[in-house]
């Protein structure tokens, strides 16, 4: 984040220095606060008027600010794996773990905090300045070897969609094991949610011929196998809405009358019950109709 003195500050400078934290979002380096121009005489005169803590020695924070950032200070570390993508908005998993995950090179300090788990690695990327979350790469590579493969695709992709980055750039990347190295060869930039990830993986493995966001008559389908057997897999929330329903219903008609089959499922049928998705889908191969007549 990029952080700059408040345009029109309080007038006193300790409630100026606070203010300024709470925009930076809520914990700061004392490095960052000196360079636009708050003193260290300054940042001592709010920690002992109670408007902020300090964290370790080098951080500043407020009495709100974010645990997981907080968590990652105290332990002299920075946020990577499922919780930076949390952070970031990537898809996570319902299964992914849920405590917090930091970075410490491999020959600091253990961490003094409980409930959390530690990357003891070297950098692939430089991190950002006086930041307490790791690179995008670092992060990837991290979740590469914490979650089974399918989750970590997932993500994988979630972060290529969300943070728009190139193919061919995550491939040149220098992965530092095979696990990050088959995700980045795997990576898609065709999905739209982590759903339809996780299908498409799934299917593939089953050796089924499975083409995302295909355009048929206007729009773009989830999944296409073969020529004909369209898959669509509804998210929580942008199918969720009547409005919206009713749009999906339509367009299965007109895929139908163009002599589509069209199967729908739904978050929960994909997340808590693929053994009769897969039934389903097997059915639909076996008698034909994924292909064209």
């Not at 670092?138 to 993500?155: R, T, Y």
């Not at 990347?173 to 898609?188: D, K, L």
Request: overall charge neutral; proline content about 5%.
């Amino acid at each position: 984040m990029t952080q700059h003195p408040l345009e029109d500050p309080p007038a006193d400078p300790v409630l100026a220095l606070a203010s300024w934290v709470i925009q930076s979002g809520g914990i700061v380096h004392r490095r960052a606060a000196e360079r636009v121009g708050y003193t260290v005489a300054l940042q001592r005169s709010a920690v002992r008027h109670g408007a902020l803590e300090r964290v370790r020695r080098d951080w500043l924070a407020t009495a709100n600010a974010p645990a997981d950032l907080r968590t990652a200070a105290i332990n002299g570390a920075s946020l990577t794996c499922v919780s930076l993508a949390r952070r970031r908005g990537w898809w996570v998993p319902e299964t992914a773990p849920v405590d917090t995950h930091l970075r410490i090179a491999p020959h600091g300090a253990s961490p003094v905090s409980d409930e959390v788990t530690v990357h003891w690695t070297r950098r692939i990327a430089p991190a950002p300045g006086y930041a307490l979350t790791e690179s995008t790469e670092d992060a990837l590579s991290h979740i590469a070897v914490c979650l089974d493969p399918e989750g970590a695709q997932v993500l994988w992709n979630s972060a290529v969609k969300i943070e728009g980055i190139a193919l061919d750039a995550l491939r040149r990347v220098q992965w530092p094991h095979t696990r990050a190295r088959a995700c980045a060869e795997r990576a898609s930039d065709q999905s739209d949610s982590g759903l339809e990830t996780i299908a498409c993986v799934r299917l593939t493995a089953l050796g089924l011929p499975v083409v995302q966001q295909v355009e048929i008559g206007g729009r773009p389908v989830d999944l296409l196998i073969g020529e004909r057997l369209v898959v669509q897999v509804d998210g929580h929330e942008f199918h969720s809405s009547s409005a919206q329903r009713t749009k999906d219903v339509a367009f299965d008609a007109e895929l139908t009358l163009r002599g589509y089959t069209v199967l729908r499922f739904t978050y929960a049928q994909v997340v808590h019950d693929w053994d009769s998705v897969e039934r389903t889908i097997a059915r639909s191969v076996a008698s034909g109709a994924h292909l064209a007549r």
